[in-house]
């Protein structure tokens, strides 16, 4: 009688310990100058400064950066919703010599640390004259073995017998796949658009590393700029966060039913 109660509680708990944080990065954005630097933690404004975010594009481009991350996040994400469930499809359904070994090479280099292959990237890039362009921001990260590994496994389970029907009416390789795999792959798509937005939207490393002048970098190495240059206005560093941290937000509610059904159907799997 008392597991459901203490559930609850426990849940509630932890969902506290989330959200009070990101409630208190909100409090902090709509705060003066001098209520942050207060010796008292403010928890809700005297009076809420919307102007802080207007303020915030004023003393840096916030306006190109968030341009720079849709752009690299959303091609990344868009080319691994194209390219990720393909090869994966090819790993789970088609036979070929070296199977096997090719797709554990693939695994293999999910151990590989991005700080290795960082200079030899840098240097193809410089060689390649792609230093400070969109397309050296995102070519390196066209595909990615953790989608493909995705992909094949939520693939695999699918019956043959439906390939094989379709292939029996005439459907071409690309037909099969485009009406056959993808429609049951949604959950997975979903996951995997999600998780690569996520991390591309958060990369702060690569962009740093390629980007050399305000208007090409993204935002988190934007932000993170502007805090050493303005360290003691934490209020516009909050506003900051919060505009870092709402796409992702809005993106997992609008993709959160994908999951449930995606565990559903795994389940049914």
Do not use: C
């Amino acid at each position: 009688m008392l597991r459901k109660p203490l559930l609850y509680t426990l849940l509630g708990v932890a969902s506290l310990i989330t959200v009070v944080p990101l409630l208190y990065m909100l409090s902090l954005s709509l705060q003066t100058e001098a209520e942050t630097l207060s010796a008292e933690a403010v928890l809700v404004p005297e009076s809420p400064q919307w102007g802080n975010y207007a303020e915030l594009f004023v003393r840096a481009p916030f306006g190109d950066f968030i341009v720079n991350s849709l752009v690299v996040a959303g091609a990344i994400t868009l080319a691994h919703l194209v390219f990720d469930p393909l090869v994966g499809y090819v790993f789970a359904k088609f036979r070929f010599p070296l199977r096997n070994t090719l797709f554990v090479a693939l695994l293999a280099t999910l151990m590989v640390p991005f700080f290795v292959r960082m200079i030899p990237l840098y240097v193809l890039m410089a060689n390649l004259g792609w230093l400070n362009t969109y397309q050296g921001l995102i070519t390196p990260f066209l595909m990615d073995a953790f989608g493909i590994f995705l992909m094949r496994q939520f693939i695999q389970p699918i019956p043959d017998d439906l390939i094989s029907a379709a292939r029996i009416d005439g459907a071409s390789e690309l037909r099969v796949y485009w009406s056959v795999i993808l429609p049951q792959t949604r959950p997975a798509l979903a996951v995997l658009g999600l998780f690569t937005f996520v991390f591309q939207w958060n990369e702060f490393l690569w962009p740093l590393v390629a980007t050399s002048t305000p208007e090409m970098r993204t935002i988190p190495v934007g932000l993170t700029l502007f805090n050493q240059e303005y360290f003691t206005l934490w209020h516009l560093t909050a506003a900051g966060s919060v505009i870092l941290f709402v796409p992702t937000a809005v993106l997992f509610v609008l993709t959160q039913r994908y999951f449930v059904r995606g565990i559903a159907l795994t389940g049914l799997k």
